[in-house]
């Protein structure tokens, strides 16, 4: 069974960082994130899910006001063909389904599948925000404690410039 909301706070407590919460309507994309971005602090992000020509499952971070050079990512990290994955793959790996992925999903990616690519300018935000594990809020935590989270779940992730404005 996928982590909840609560499950993955308490994660956060344990590693000692600070989060806060903002509770909003569901926002499946970066546009319908546009009219909360000035209401949340730190940089709102958007999260790709997706599968290259030889199976690996990726998942890029970065900010939701980039645009995805989605050739150049698959280029830089040598990852044949990226595309997007499945719901089906996504249900299973993740625990989500469209329009709520999160990084924060990682906790339900038992087996490790999932390689991870981070936005380098992402990661010089003071502070970034991602769905807490639904669409209809988002969680703020420091950049730097986002990295201590990814860290603690066993990932080494890749950080690369993932698009342009």
Partial sequence: MPHTAEQLFSFLDRLGIEHQTMQHPPIF??????????KIPGVCCKNLFLKD????????????????????????????KLSF???DVMLAVLGLTPGSVTPFALLNDKDKQVRVVLDEEMLKSETVNYHPLHNAASTTLRAK?????????????IITECGNL
């Fill in 53 to 80: 020509g030889k199976g690996q499952l990726w998942l890029i971070v970065m900010p939701a006001a980039k645009r995805a050079d989605l050739s150049g990512i698959a280029q830089r990290i040598g990852a044949p």
């Fill in 145 to 157: 404690d986002f990295l201590k989270f990814i860290a603690a779940l066993g990932y080494k992730p």
């Fill in 29 to 38: 994309n970066a546009a319908d994130g546009r009219d909360w971005e000035d």
């Fill in 85 to 87: 994955a499945k719901p």
